[in-house]
């Protein structure tokens, strides 16, 4: 039985998971996907066979009016599923999707301290109205909050993680555009790479302090390639200069998917020193790259990693520094991790496996 399913989110670019997601149904089962974006809505690898649509709702604190409920009301009527990806929309979208007899699935994609109080109350409150609630990791799925717990079932509430694309990865890091800045380092350094928005949840901050620290102790020339943008570049920049490492560290901006692939072949030890995450996108697809990866000792990374990657306290820089030193100095440990994490990634995320999931995830719920 061929179903047609709606994603809904708040909006979509070319880095959206749910766009990822949608790509994978549509090119590994027999579902037909369309994204509906409440606000934004930008192309992104794969919008060719996956439908896209924009309300252009109100940048307002409620963020609805009665033409965008209409409008919204019309388009979901047709689906035999509507998808809730985002807590604004996905409330809204859920309360439709009941209102109409169209069964719906709430994924929850982040921990619970990344939520506004707001947020959390009005995603919380509309979940029982879902017949699934798909939590993308153990962590998130345990950071529910208690009162959220009192209202579902325990049949309600599944894990499906999220997946990459391997052979895009693989195609990217072989014949991508490597972004031009990092043509300043040296060919002899040991590169430390890392990607995400320029915010306090991805705690750079501490990956610069323990690159200055790492460098001060090792042997090897060390140095640090930064992907993306965000609210706290200025104050990053200012703290590599601080720390005298600015000739060093290099700033290459918000990227495009395969062009982060491309830096990720480029780079012999991926950090992220998050303190909050779901289920990290960049952290998944660093692994996928055959990149070691050294972690924040946080649930979301060491439930599904332990095996593969080193990890340090969050906001602790000396041992992030420590573990960069042990790889920078060991070609044949970072051999050793690269082979691992690919393997884990292989065996379990995959955007095949992924897409497989939900597709046996609808097939019950519509039976």
Known sequence: MSLQVCFVVNAVDETSVPADIATALVDHTDVTVDILAWFDADGFHGDDRVGLSCLDAPNTTLGIDRETLRAAREFLRPYDIVQAHHNHSGSFA??????????????EGNMRCGFT????????????????????????????????????????VTIIPNGVDLERIDRAGKHGTIPAEMADIDDKAITVGTAGL??????????????????????????????????????????????????????LGRLERDSVYAMLSETDIYA???????????????????????????????QPYD??????????????????VKLAENEERRAEMSAAGRSLVEAN?????????????????CK
């Open 117 to 156: 109080t707001q947020g959390l109350v009005l995603n919380g409150l509309t979940n029982p109205l879902s017949e699934r609630i798909v939590c993308n990791s153990v962590a998130v799925q345990q950071s529910l909050r208690r009162w959220e717990r009192w209202l579902l079932s325990d049949e309600q």
């Open 198 to 251: 320029m915010e306090k949840q991805k705690n750079q901050s501490t990956l610069l302090r323990a690159v200055a620290a790492a460098r001060s102790r090792s042997n090897e020339p060390i140095e640090l390639s930064i992907a993306g943008d965000g609210p706290l570049e200025s104050e990053l920049r200012t703290l590599a200069h601080d720390l005298g490492i600015s000739d060093f560290v290099h700033f």
């Open 307 to 324: 095996n593969v990657a080193l990890f340090h306290p969050p906001r602790d820089h000396d041992a992030l520094a420590d573990h960069i």
């Open 349 to 365: 995320y995959t955007v095949k496996r992924v897409a497989s999931r939900y597709r046996e995830l609808y097939q019950t719920i």
């Open 272 to 302: 992220m020193p998050s303190l909050w995450e779901g289920f990290s996108a960049a952290a998944v697809e660093a692994l996928a790259s055959g990149t070691p990866a050294v972690f924040s000792d946080i649930p979301p990374f060491r």
């Open 94 to 107: 859920k309360l439709i999707a009941a209102s109409q007899g169209t069964p719906s699935v709430s994924r």
